[in-house]
């Protein structure tokens, strides 16, 4: 098996010479190191590369290359290998001229290029080291040679074998698949037995499991202890920003902490493929990176965690609350924190429902991007969810084609966003339009597109995904958990009436006491990340004041509510 490549390119020969000594020094035994001059002698590289199925991991491009090819080489680079990190080379005093440095934050702002590396300056440059051992880590989780991979065997691509790699994803679990008929597949298939069972899960110590349930999945990922416990001191609903920020603030400080999820970690947050405005990120970072990280850390504390277990009841016993869920176990807690955020809205067309996981996705393009290269790719849905998706897919597909129902692109994307993707030129975005038809032969191949007027079109189509907004999970709820008019959470000064006690509602207390409301199901949240991330910290704070039997100082409650949205913004 050959080596993946780190190829850099630089047209001065001292500086290229330092980076590839640089590279030689410390990667040399686990990737093949090339370093070119010329820009187009490293196209062709790159092209012969991609034909015969080598892999390359980065390409480093000198900022100083002024050919056209030169100026153009980090951008061609998507298409031939998708999943190589792109970074340009600048000299360390790049930033005191001012229009070298907007040209290199206007590329990173349109998708051209990831990020920036500035030159090695010596011997030991841990900066530059640091740089190029962050492009290595996404690019192994990406092709999912980072250790600790579980293998799915299954028939075909479809199907249950889908379900449980969207399972994996969902519980961070780093997973590849294979056919059955591969000779990868039939050696995992002969190691596991003649008893076998289609799909198969086979685990990182060489066991495995037949056709297993996404319960048994979430049992095998949370650990025998988690599960043999039956009563905390906080139980958090829902594993997304603000369910996995109070799982760390709550176990670092001593909580004991359960947090229960009826899918996996990140909730709508995984459909975010780049991050790129959130703090301390700068060069950005994938909505489920970001979630697998937190929930590292929450593990870490001490934290457990029970994914795919639906929570079906609140109720209070006593001075505990508790929880009943859908296998029949209860916990208890003396708080619990509602995180549970919105779920997709569907696009209620029958013929696109039944081609679910074969074409039509609801959340964006985690895993089946590369899957789509030279391929026709649809986004239905305008915020920056849609964006974000439409930009990545652009790396893969020949096409990608953004559908939004509304008039104008800047109406519920950020503007960074609207400028990147109106300057990807296979990137088409149609107004006024909206999906009401499709389907194909066992897999997407056809969509039925509406326009303003009311004329219908049909257009070939191989992958749809739909990010038309959500709806906050409060179904199960008791009744006695009081909602405003789109079935949000009311919480703190807003809960008015249904408050049942002399005490005020503390700032995100719900009409239920010791019972809070954080992230994108509170009604008036702010539906960012780093919103949904404060308020999961500000509510493990206002839980120490519910055990404390304190009343927190922070004024009246209106003006406590205002400002943990300052805080959390």
Same mark, same amino acid.
């Given at each position: ?9 630089? @047209? ?17 035994? @686990? ?24 892999? *390359? ?59 920036? *590396? ?58 590849? +698949? ?6 990868? #597949? ?15 899960? *086979?685990?990182? @110590? ?57 899918? #996996? ?112 790719? +649809? ?61 194909? @032969? ?18 070939? !189509? ?73 308020? #999961? ?29 300052? !805080?959390?913004?």
């Amino acid at each position: 098996m050959r080596l993946p490549v780190l190829l850099a390119v630089d @047209d001065d020969r001292d500086a290229l010479d330092d980076v590839e000594t640089q590279l030689a020094r410390r990667y040399a035994h @686990d990737y093949r190191i090339e370093s070119l001059g010329d820009p187009d002698e490293a196209l062709r590289m790159l092209q012969e590369l991609a034909e015969s199925g080598e892999d *390359v991991a980065l390409v480093l491009a000198s900022s100083t290359l002024s050919s056209e090819a030169g100026r153009h080489l980090l951008e061609r680079v998507r298409r031939l290998h998708p999943h190589a990190g792109r970074a340009l080379l600048v000299p360390a005093d790049v930033w005191t001229d001012q229009s070298t440095a907007d040209a290199i934050r206007d590329s990173m702002a349109l998708g051209r290029i990831d990020y920036y *590396v500035p030159r090695p300056a010596g011997r030991f440059d841990e900066v530059f080291h640091e740089a190029i051992s962050s492009f290595l880590l996404e690019w192994a989780r990406e092709r999912s040679v980072v250790p600790q991979t579980v293998h799915v065997v299954g028939e075909s691509w479809s199907g249950r074998a889908y379900e449980l790699r969207e399972a994996l994803g969902q519980c961070a679990a780093p997973h590849i +698949f294979c056919l059955a008929e591969s000779e990868t #597949g039939r050696d995992l298939l002969s190691r596991a037995g003649p008893d076998a069972k289609l799909p198969l899960m *086979v685990l990182p @110590d060489g066991s495995s499991v037949s056709d297993p349930s996404n319960a048994e999945i979430a049992e095998l990922i949370a650990g025998r202890a988690v599960m043999e416990q039956d009563d905390f001191d906080v139980l958090v609903v829902g594993s997304g920003p603000a369910g996995l920020s109070a799982a760390v603030y709550g176990a670092s400080e001593g909580l004991r902490i359960l947090v229960v999820d009826e899918g #996996g970690i990140g909730g709508q947050v995984r459909s975010s493929s780049l991050i790129r405005n959130y703090l301390g990120f700068p060069m950005g970072i994938s909505g489920s990176r970001l979630a697998e990280q937190a929930y590292e850390q929450a593990v870490s504390f001490g934290a457990g965690f029970l994914f795919m277990h639906r929570v079906t009841a609140l109720a209070r016993s006593g001075t505990r609350l508790v929880l009943s869920i859908e296998d029949g176990r209860r916990v208890s807690a003396r708080a619990v924190i509602l995180a549970t955020g919105a779920t997709y809205r569907r696009l209620a067309v029958p013929s696109l429902e039944s081609l679910r996981g074969a074409g039509v996705f609801y959340g964006g393009p985690a895993s089946e991007a590369s899957a789509l290269k030279g391929k026709e790719a +649809f986004i239905a849905g305008g915020g920056n969810s849609a964006g974000q998706a439409a930009l990545h897919l652009a790396r893969y597909a020949r096409h990608v084609t953004l559908i939004l129902r509304g008039s104008s692109l800047g109406a519920g994307m950020s503007h960074y966003l609207v400028q990147a993707v109106e300057a990807t030129p296979n990137v088409e975005v149609r107004l006024g339009t909206t999906v009401v038809g499709g389907g194909g @032969d066992g897999h997407l191949q056809q969509l039925v597109l509406r326009d303003s007027s009311g004329e219908d079109e049909t257009v070939a !189509a191989d992958a749809l995904f739909v990010l038309i907004g959500a709806r906050p999970h409060v179904d199960w709820l008791p009744p006695e958990i009081a909602r405003d008019a789109h079935g949000f959470l009311l919480t703190g000064a807003d809960v008015g009436a249904h408050w049942p006690l002399k005490r005020s509602p503390l700032s995100f207390e719900t009409s239920m006491p010791c019972v809070l409301a954080a992230g994108d199901v509170r009604h008036g949240s702010v539906k960012r990340v780093a919103s949904a991330v404060g308020a #999961g910290a500000i509510a493990v704070q206002l839980v120490h004041s519910l055990f404390a039997g304190e009343e927190p100082h922070f004024g009246t409650p209106a003006e406590a509510t205002a400002s943990a949205e300052t !805080a959390s913004a």
